[in-house]
């Protein structure tokens, strides 16, 4: 089991940038795929960022390309979502995932999840 802890969240104008972090324990980060999902208030949890255990690989909800960049640091256990030009639509609990099983490609899909954080909010105003 790995454990994975968020920060960054906050409140923000539209337009705005934000930063995400997860810091990773328990097993060797390196070796797992990583996703950001969020979820909205009334809502499903919605999948936005996902990057291979490599790091060369990234996918992206169509609702986040062009705006996020979800990128990772296996030196210091950590990934990261990068939010640019931030929507009120974006307003949502943001958490941290990791795959079930090493050495897997991106992950989409929260039945494939074997870990989740705690969750950071991130608010964006009009």
């Known amino acids: 089991q790995v454990q994975l802890v968020e920060s960054g969240g906050g409140l923000v104008q539209a337009g705005g940038s934000l930063r995400l972090s997860c810091a990773a324990s328990g097993r060797t980060f390196s070796n797992y795929a990583m996703a950001w999902f969020r979820q909205a208030p009334g809502q499903e949890r919605e999948f936005v960022a996902g990057?291979?255990?490599?790091?060369?690989?990234?996918v992206y909800a169509r609702s986040v390309k062009g705006r996020f960049t979800i990128s990772r640091d296996n030196a210091k256990n950590t990934v990261y979502l990068y939010m640019n030009s931030l929507k009120p639509e974006d307003t949502a609990l943001y958490y941290c995932a990791a795959d079930q099983g090493p050495y897997g490609g991106v992950v989409i899909t929260t039945g494939k999840i074997g870990s989740w954080g705690q969750g950071t909010q991130v608010t964006v105003s009009s």
């Open positions: 990057i291979n255990w490599s790091g060369g690989s990234t």
